[in-house]
């Protein structure tokens, strides 16, 4: 299977900051590289797909870039409602879709 | 708007078995694959299995292959998952997701339920 690895773990941010979290895949995803955020007792959301495409209805303030093994999710402009979890989700082989551990964005 | 409604979900003892559901409205159920995702309580997403929009291709993941059977049922737009041989390690809550891939699979998530808890336990 193929390994998502998100660093870091968690960050503290307050309202206004620039926040980017990284990707890492175990091998190259090409771009088929996909972005949730999740917040406490909620489903995920979709953010980001194919790398970069920005999902309908997602704010301008959220961007994705990369491709092969590396990725990353920025925000440029940390909002009240932006603090939550962050997954990273791997899309290029069907048979083992694999998830980030996860990048928890905490008031700093 | 997409709705995805799950339940089935409750405690159920180690070996045993459940069927969760996933009832489906506001688009085309039947030109979609559908994904379950669970998540382990504190933990982080992991992907189940798919099933494409006809149900003649499904994919599961390694760890509940040959003890979980994702199917659908297009008349009724629901989404199934039986579980059996069910472990501690189940214990999650369940999430049905749509793929956005209309009449093939992306592979990715663009709508989801609010999920249902699954807990193995004696």
């Known amino acids: 299977d193929i390994q998502m690895t998100q660093s870091p773990s968690s960050l503290s941010a307050s309202v206004g900051d620039r926040v980017t979290i990284t990707c890492r895949a175990s091998?190259?995803?090409?771009?088929?590289l996909n972005w949730y955020q999740q917040k406490p007792g909620k489903a995920p959301k979709l953010l980001i797909y194919a790398a970069s495409s920005l999902q309908s209805g997602v704010p301008s303030r959220f961007s994705g870039s990369g491709s092969g093994t590396d990725f990353t999710l920025t925000i440029s402009s940390l909002q009240p409602e932006d603090f939550a979890t962050y997954y990273c989700q791997q899309s290029y082989t069907t048979l083992a879709l694999t998830f980030g551990g996860g990048t928890k964005v905490e008031v700093k | 708007q997409v709705q995805l409604v799950e339940s089935g979900g409750g405690v159920v003892q180690p070996g045993r078995s459940l069927r969760l559901s996933c009832a489906a409205s506001g688009f085309t159920f039947s030109t979609y694959g559908i994904h379950w995702v669970r998540q382990a309580p504190g933990k982080g997403l992991e992907w189940v299995a798919v099933i494409s929009y006809d149900g003649s291709t499904k994919y599961y993941a390694d760890s509940v292959k040959d003890r979980f059977t994702i199917s659908r049922d297009n008349s009724n737009n629901t989404l199934y998952l039986q579980m059996n041989s069910l472990r501690a390690e189940d214990t999650a809550v369940y999430y049905c997701?749509?793929?956005?891939?209309?009449?093939?699979?992306?592979?990715?998530?663009?709508?989801w339920g609010q999920g249902t808890l699954v807990t193995v336990s004696s």
């Open positions: 997701a749509k793929d956005p891939g209309q009449w093939l699979l992306l592979d990715y998530f663009d709508s």
């Open positions: 091998q190259s995803v090409s771009r088929y």
